[in-house]
């Protein structure tokens, strides 16, 4: 997984961007979320110390993580159908290949509405796609063995 050390920095950035949307996204869907989660401000202000942080860091780690899965994606991904085509398709795929079946399995079970799966998948989606933008932006660099 040396391709994580030699894109670090593509990797960061893009963390951060996906983090940014998502913090812009459910300010926006704020009252929709709730309303599909059946959390209120009062539960999410009773939080405190380590259990109001948690949830953020969990976030911050998986965008990190999400984001070194993709630019191996990247890295690997032919390029006859032309970079930004198999950038934003590589993000696509895997969104709806991965994350929105996952999602919508798991809310169904949980009894969960399903604005909520699609509040959140949208979430997913915009991130997914954020990550690649700015990854291919930046330039990534494939590991001596993949050259």
């Known amino acids: 997984m040396v391709y994580i050390l030699l894109n670090f920095g593509a990797i ?3 963390t951060v961007a996906g983090y940014a949307f998502g913090a812009g996204y459910y300010m926006a869907l704020a009252k929709p979320w709730m309303a599909a989660t059946g959390i209120n401000e009062r539960d ?9 942080a948690l949830p953020y860091l969990v976030a911050f780690i998986a ?3 999400i984001a070194a ?3 191996g994606a990247l890295i690997l991904a032919p390029e006859e ?3 930004w085509t198999m950038a934003l398709g590589t993000a696509f795929i895997l969104w709806i290949g991965f994350v929105f079946p996952t999602m919508a399995v798991n809310d169904r079970y949980s009894l969960r509405p399903w604005s909520q799966t699609l509040i959140n998948g949208g979430h997913w ?4 796609v954020i990550q690649v933008v700015v990854m291919q932006l930046m ?9």
Request: charged share 15%; net charge negative.
């Open 139 to 147: 330039g990534l660099t494939p590991p001596p063995s993949a050259m």
């Open 63 to 65: 965008e990190f993580w």
């Open 81 to 83: 159908a032309g970079e």
């Open 12 to 14: 960061l950035a893009a």
């Open 44 to 52: 999410i202000k009773e939080r405190s110390g380590l259990a109001a």
């Open 125 to 128: 989606l915009g991130v997914f």
């Open 69 to 71: 899965i993709i630019v």
